[in-house]
């Protein structure tokens, strides 16, 4: 089946830095990819839609220039959350679709901690 | 916007079925989706439903009524493992493309 990866797994990292969240299709190619955050005990919320070469499609009330996304090849979206604060500390999960199947698949997350 | 509904818990004993039951409220419905979640991992896929009826697959059933906005999951057999949070999801072409859109999931403890 499809696979598709996320690194790393989990980070802390002090606020006022930054942190890249890498996700990656492993056997498959994948021409969009989401990104969704999870506070504990809540769903899933859509972040953004991020579709090879293109520019990532941002979901009301998340701020473009504080999540950077970068879908640069048909494998690889990359994440990169500017300027942490404690308030960012949240479970970061990718899906990729393939374009063909209705199915999304989902990374394993990355818990990101700001201290 | 999408309005998604579900209850938040539900208890149930081992061996038992249980139904979990997903209101929605779309502008483009293009499909609704229920994952499993356990705690601290990434949602794996159940079911998928796109046209009104019944889909089955092993211990787990879909239902979909798109007139009434309506889907549940249907459960049997119930195991300890099943302990998790389920969540509905729908996918509206007119709100956000191929992405879904998830409801806050219903929390589901199974006991012995």
């Known amino acids: 089946g499809a696979v598709v990866s996320q690194h790393p797994s989990w980070v802390i990292c002090k606020s006022g830095t930054s942190v890249k969240i890498e996700c990656r299709s492993l056997?498959?190619?994948?021409?969009?990819m989401f990104w969704y955050r999870q506070f504990p005990k809540q769903s899933l919320m859509l972040m953004a839609t991020s579709n090879e070469g293109s520019k990532a499609t941002y979901e009301q009330g998340v701020e473009k220039d504080k999540f950077l996304i970068n879908h640069a090849s048909l494998t690889l979206s990359t994440l990169t959350v500017t300027s942490a604060h404690p308030e960012d500390s949240s479970f970061y999960i990718c899906?990729?679709?393939?374009?063909?199947?209705?199915?999304?698949?989902f990374g394993p997350g990355t818990r990101l901690t700001v201290t | 916007g999408q309005n998604i509904d579900q209850p938040t818990e539900m208890t149930a004993t081992e061996g038992a079925i249980v139904q979990i039951n997903c209101t929605y409220q779309?502008?483009?419905?293009?499909?609704l989706f229920w994952y499993q979640q356990h705690a601290g991992e990434a949602p794996t896929f159940l079911s998928y439903?796109?046209?009104?009826g019944l889909e089955e697959k092993g211990r787990f059933s879909s239902f979909l009524s798109r007139s009434k906005g309506y889907s549940y999951l249907l459960l049997k057999e119930l195991q300890m493992k099943d302990s998790a949070s389920y969540l509905c999801a729908v996918r509206d072409w007119e709100q956000a493309g191929t992405a879904l859109i998830f409801g806050k999931g219903t929390t589901l403890s199974v006991s012995s």
């Open positions: 779309t502008s483009g419905f293009n499909g």
């Open positions: 439903n796109v046209l009104d």
């Open positions: 056997d498959f190619q994948a021409t969009t």
């Open positions: 899906s990729a679709n393939d374009g063909s199947s209705y199915e999304q698949y």
